[in-house]
């Protein structure tokens, strides 16, 4: 996950070339529209957020081997048990797939002629969309302390098992990030093509794929079911709810005169202002 913080800058100098491009073009209208005085405040944060969780992963403890000599698989919670103890090297190695190709989806854009002239407000909606769900996996995976389901495997050095990097299992942080990315690339689609045939199939896709990962993570020993439950819904309600909440909406105003009679008898006139949201 610290690599997606360093992915996100490189995607600010992107932001400003392809934002220059949009406006030289002046192409159909975006569905979505930005508002710098939020949206730039929100991406710091969010940047500087992740940049911080990092430090807070980075400075965690080892387990003592004094608490890793008590624990047993019969205290994980229901839910999480029959993962506790697996461990496989190779499916970590191919949860990186998924994981990594997710964040190249929005690249797809630059093959529709209306997202490829608006890729400003596409890359400044997926920084965005990035940094936020950046934030609240680091900032968590930071400061929570709850052993990856690799820990409970007696067949594994001491080492491995007591490293700081086995105390970070909740929440998943590879399903979180391709979900984000995933879930973005369906909801911006989604948006610039209204009534397109693919729609279905490419939300079908951006679920399945995290959940592919979720599986792998796992599978792999990495994390328990409920981390990969809780990573899922962070980046899906990321990709989802920042360029839901940066679409333009539609608002009919309308001024008219009014004549009637009030409670008391009187006559009266005046404007009415309606407004449509």
């Known amino acids: 996950m610290q690599r997606i913080f360093l992915f ?31 949206d730039g405040p929100w991406i710091g944060a969010g940047l500087g957020l992740t940049a911080y969780g990092t430090y807070l992963i980075s400075e965690k403890d080892r387990l003592p081997e004094s608490e890793l000599a008590t624990m047993r698989k019969d205290d994980v919670m229901a839910i999480d048990r029959w993962a506790a103890g697996n461990y496989d090297e190779e499916l970590d190695r191919i949860s990186y797939i998924p ?30 969309t990035m940094a936020t769900t950046g934030a609240l996996f680091t900032m968590t995976a930071g400061l929570v302390d709850k052993s990856r389901p ?27 990030a391709t979900g984000a990315a995933t879930f973005f690339f369906a909801k911006v689609f989604h948006d610039f093509n209204p009534g397109h045939w693919a729609r279905p199939y490419i939300w079908t896709a951006a679920a399945l794929v995290p959940a592919w990962v979720g599986y792998l993570r796992i599978e792999s020993g990495h ?18 709810l920042i360029p839901e909440l940066h679409k333009k909406r539609d608002r009919d105003i309308q001024f008219s005169t009014s004549m009637g009679t009030d409670l008391m008898g009187r006559q009266y006139q005046g404007i009415r202002l309606s407004c449509q949201f």
């Open 99 to 128: 994981f990594y190709a997710a964040f190249g989806t929005p690249l797809l854009f630059l093959l529709g002629e209306d997202e490829r002239n608006h890729a400003g407000h596409i890359a400044v909606l997926y920084l965005e």
């Open 8 to 38: 996100l800058l490189a995607l600010i100098s992107f932001q400003i070339t392809a934002q220059t491009s949009s406006h030289e073009r002046g192409t159909s209208a975006s569905p979505y529209e930005l508002n710098w005085a939020l």
């Open 150 to 176: 690799y820990v409970y495997n007696e067949n594994l050095p001491i080492e491995e098992r007591t490293n700081k990097g086995a105390q970070r299992s909740f929440f998943a942080g590879h399903v979180a």
């Open 223 to 240: 994390h328990f079911l409920s981390d990969s439950i809780v990573g899922y819904i962070v980046g899906m309600a990321s990709g989802i």
